[in-house]
């Protein structure tokens, strides 16, 4: 049974939200405020409002992200902030999906399931190699020459995704939609970031790629190695 933490400071909207969660057969934790990371450890998503008693929501999103054990726990904001900055700001500070309040119980339920879908773990797959560089997707590990690397969610779905197309093109806005997904409000600068940090992490340099290769005015692509 997957495990959802609720963090939500009014009481009936955090009630309302457990009750719905746990009648769609879900494990739920319900807290009133920011959690340490202690708490968020064995969750398998984690539904999040951005204004909390001591603090953002989205402050707690960016420590998640570089969190070696959360980094990829998926994360639905849910806030009654609902304007197309407000919504801009919490997809790019990390939430994978974004709920305002008033919100329909079907519809939270269904964004849940659908995120829990998205990233539970799936069958055997094995283990993507490059030259050096190598990838266990059992695992979401990432080794470069035996050396393990300290990835974010995003930049190791990033890079799974192109590891498994060696060779294919793809434009930024390609990127945006596999990767990202197709609600994701932000922009193609997004994906330039996200390469920029790969690189650092590879020790690659963009006149001399050895994985990541930028063709200008086009997009990016994963050569291989010999």
Partial sequence: MAQVAVVEDERAVREVVGFHLERAGLKVVLLPDLPDSAALEGC???VLDWMLPSGSGLALLRRIRVHPELSRLPVLMLTA????????EGLESGADDYLTKPFSAAELVARVRALLRRFQPQASEGRLQNGPLSIDLDAAEVTL?????????REYDLLVFLARHPGRLYSRGELLDRVWGPDFLGGERTVDQHITQLRAHLGEDISAPRFLETVRGRGYRMRLCP
């Fill in 44 to 46: 398998d998503l984690l």
């Fill in 145 to 153: 020459a035996g050396h393990r690397l300290d990835l974010t969610r």
């Fill in 81 to 88: 902030r609902a304007g197309e900055l407000d919504r801009v």
